[in-house]
């Protein structure tokens, strides 16, 4: 018997007798059918509406019939008894069957079984068909993330990678458009669309944040389930606000979670099917390509935290080596100076009759302290350099009146004997950091002002709230002979010294100064020319409160 819809069938006929009775059977059986004259209804884009056509017409026009027509699966074709020898013609024709009318018509009672009999044969070969471009497309899929997971193990480039899923997914999935979305940062508030493609045009969707509790993609990120919607107006879950931001239709998507292990990364959306509707088999499809986006982020992760495990140890490798050939030296020097006095020490005491003036032994032991105390200090910085490298500090607003009088109160002698002349602003705008570090980075600056800022001195302190209203400038001025644009380059990098005239110092100082304001969240500067004097400057981020002072200003 026929199954789901009627099937329609064409029944061409010079309307003899029997046709009535046979249509009349047909139809009984659950058929719907169509009566005509002309073979022109039995070719062509006509015929595909109808699941089977049966031909009963005299011999002559059923040899015409046969030598003109083709694609006859689904025909069966009457013949009148005495020309059997159609049967043969009309099978080497490809015609799905044959009934040779014989005169008594027993024929009818075969005729509805000879019809259930072609149009199941039909069904069978519609299946056949259907399950071979069935496993076809599933060839094709898998040979696309045979393709993609190659690439992902050949290539470093996570975004050429992530372009060639984008596409792939398109291909694979018939959809309109594919995009990746992953978690901001750490603490997995906002998912960011990272990934974009699409057939029509690309919306500006790069960039977009959905919080985790927000839209589809929220929903599958929080609860670590795929979904699909088939029509989005009627699913609570979409967040329509985004396409009306990005001028885009979303009819229908679905998404499926990105996971490294058990830990949800990320969500894999694909939106607009063009035909049908996302299926079962849609959802398999798309969990592969969403595996296959987890490894591509992941070894982006790896290969990126190689560089920069690797930039570091460069770094460190490089201020390794200037060590040894800066700091080392300066420590040797002092050594020796050290070993050379006392051994002058060692010699006056051991003769009480030498006559060396007790000024002079005191003068050795005064040298060999000060060379001590130089060598204690390159320690401590170089304490303070790793110790900025390893710890994590919290930030807190700062009292930076009180830290710059406690540096000065650490270089006044300094200051009384070079008769400085000394100006301190009253003002300090608030700002975060950490008050031991910020100590010495005034210090490095103060202290160099005083070594390098020319005769006679005068040191000018200070800070600016910076125009961007997010962090405040901290300065220290002075008038000396300047520094040219070539020596600014290199001013801030570990273990260099400008020239000889400065230097006094172990290449230390201003390197240490730009690890600390750099790990704080600021920046450090100098703005000089020669002759010009210099400013020596850092900058940390305001408060909240003042933040919002200067916007309201």
């Not at 109808?50 to 069966?76: C, G, H, M, R």
């Not at 029509?231 to 009819?251: C, G, H, M, P, S």
């Not at 000065?408 to 570090?437: C, F, H, M, N």
């Not at 172990?506 to 450090?524: D, F």
Request: hydrophobic share 40%.
């Amino acid at each position: 018997m026929p199954h789901d819809a009627l099937p329609r069938i064409l029944y061409l006929s010079d309307n003899n007798p029997e046709t009535e009775h046979l249509v009349i059977q047909l139809e009984q059986a659950g058929y719907q059918v169509d009566i005509t004259e002309t073979h022109r209804s039995a070719n062509g884009t006509t015929k595909e509406l109808y699941e089977l056509v049966i031909i009963d017409q005299p011999t002559v026009k059923l040899e015409k019939f046969l030598a003109t027509s083709e694609n006859l699966s689904a025909t069966i074709i009457m013949i009148e008894q005495g020309h059997e020898h159609l049967a043969v013609k009309a099978m080497k024709s490809g015609v799905g069957d044959y009934l040779v009318k014989d005169p008594a018509g027993a024929y009818q009672e075969l005729f509805p079984l000879l019809v259930e009999k072609v149009l199941a044969h039909k069904r069978l070969l519609a299946n056949q068909q259907a399950m071979y471009n069935a496993a076809q497309e599933r060839n094709n899929v898998l040979t696309l993330l045979n393709e993609i997971s190659n690439e992902i193990s050949s290539t470093l480039d996570t975004n050429e990678v992530l372009e060639r899923l984008m596409s792939a997914t398109l291909t694979v999935m018939g959809a309109q458009g594919c995009s990746i979305w992953l978690w901001e940062d750490e603490q997995k508030e906002n998912l960011v669309c990272r990934a974009l493609a699409d057939q029509v045009v690309s919306p500006p969707l790069l960039g977009v944040k959905v919080r985790y509790d927000q839209g589809v993609v929220g929903w599958v990120a929080e609860n670590n389930r795929s979904a699909i919607v088939q029509q989005t107006a009627e699913d609570v879950r979409f967040l329509a606000e985004i396409d009306v931001k990005i001028n885009f239709q979303t009819q229908s998507l679905m998404a499926m979670p990105i996971r490294i292990g058990d830990e949800v990364i990320g969500v894999l959306e694909i939106v607009n099917k063009l035909e049908g509707e996302f299926n079962s088999d849609d959802v398999s499809v798309a969990r592969a390509l969403a595996a296959s986006a987890a490894t591509a982020i992941e070894n982006a992760r790896l290969v990126g935290a190689l560089r920069s495990r690797t930039a570091a140890l460069e770094e460190h490798n490089a201020e390794l080596d200037a060590f040894a050939h800066t700091v080392a030296h300066d420590i040797q020097n002092m050594l020796a100076r050290i070993v050379g006095f006392a051994e002058l020490l060692k010699m006056d005491l051991s003769s009480p009759d030498s006559g060396v003036p007790f000024e002079e032994m005191s003068k050795s032991a005064a040298y060999i302290s000060n060379n001590s105390r130089k060598m204690s200090k390159v320690v401590d910085a170089l304490l303070l350099l790793a110790a900025v490298r390893q710890t994590e500090v919290k930030l807190e607003p700062l009292s930076m009146g009180k830290i710059v009088d406690e540096v000065l109160e650490r270089v006044s002698d300094t200051i009384q004997e070079k008769e400085t002349s000394l100006t301190v602003t009253k003002e300090w705008p608030t700002a975060y950091g950490y008050a031991p570090w910020v100590e010495e980075v005034w210090y490095n600056y103060i202290n160099n002002a005083l070594k390098y800022g020319g005769d006679p001195l005068k040191i000018t302190i200070g800070a600016t709230k910076m125009i961007n209203g997010t962090e405040v400038q901290f300065w220290v001025k002075d008038q000396g002979p300047g520094i040219s644009p070539e020596q600014q380059k290199v001013l801030f990098a570990p273990f260099t010294q400008l020239s000889t005239k400065r230097k006094k110092g172990h290449g230390l100082g201003l390197s240490i100064v730009e690890r600390i304001i750099k790990k704080m969240g600021g920046h450090v500067g100098v703005e000089s020319a020669v002759g010009e004097g210099s400013k020596f400057y850092f900058t940390l981020p305001v408060t909240i409160q003042d933040k919002d002072l200067l916007l309201n200003q």
